[in-house]
């Protein structure tokens, strides 16, 4: 089985800052994939970000990067220049890529506020 | 490419009566989900479909009911609805469920059951 812990119900931070929104994961597969998705007022749910468990490196994509350690079992998602549009629910989550299917397991998502 | 279309966007039933949420990617995916997100719950997989013609149930399927129609169509149909049954559902489609395959969301359908 797999899980997805997301420990911090709200941030908060300034326009312009950096933040860190954290992501814990329970899986016994060796092959796993982690995704990010950000969830504004409006409903949608939107993919940001991916990161394979075999990646080398961490991935990155614009003003978004994934804090991949493997051993210590985290996903840590990094906005760098926060800005306004980025206040929203971000929800990590995992799926298996081992052969045959897996769906998505969703954390519970943490609620990011940017101030000006 | 109008992605991941749902319809209703809003819903209000009383206890006990049926209904059927339309689900349609125009993406060619191959698969499809249907989850319900409550507050401080996440999402949850209710049932998901690996390719047209097949279904499968998620993590909370009891209450519900699906149907491939096709492979651009995909519907849950709750058959008697129950107030717990008060939620935001979404569709999602991907590729496939095999390999590195990123959801796309639908914009949800809010469902209120009195």
């Known amino acids: 089985a797999q899980k997805i812990t997301q420990t911090q119900p709200g941030m908060f931070v300034q326009e312009k800052e950096a933040v860190t929104l954290d992501c814990t994961y329970d899986t016994s597969d060796p092959s796993y994939g982690l995704f990010w998705y950000k969830q504004p007022s409006s409903g949608e749910m939107i993919f940001l970000i991916y990161q394979g468990s075999y990646d080398q490196q961490n991935a990155t994509e614009g003003r978004y990067s994934l804090n991949f350690q493997k051993a210590r079992k985290s996903a840590n998602l990094v906005i760098s220049a926060s800005q306004l549009g980025d206040s929203a629910m971000y929800f990590c989550?995992?799926?298996?890529?081992?052969?045959?299917?897996?769906?998505?397991?969703f954390g519970k998502g943490t609620m990011l506020l940017v101030s000006p | 490419n109008a992605g991941v279309t749902q319809t209703p966007k809003f819903q209000v039933l009383k206890t006990g009566q049926s209904m059927t949420l339309q689900c349609a990617q125009d993406?060619?995916?191959?698969?499809m989900y249907w989850y319900r997100q409550d507050p401080g719950m996440g999402l949850r997989l209710i049932y998901y479909?690996?390719?047209?013609?097949?279904?499968d149930k998620g993590e909370v399927p009891n209450g519900y009911n699906v149907s491939r129609l096709n492979k651009r169509e995909f519907s849950l149909r709750l058959e008697s609805a129950a107030p717990s049954q008060t939620s935001v559902y979404f569709c999602a489609s991907s590729v496939g469920l095999a390999g590195v395959s990123e959801q796309f969301f639908g914009p949800g359908t809010r469902l209120t059951v009195l």
């Open positions: 479909s690996a390719s047209e013609g097949t279904t």
């Open positions: 993406m060619n995916h191959n698969s």
């Open positions: 989550a995992m799926r298996s890529l081992n052969s045959g299917y897996s769906t998505l397991t």
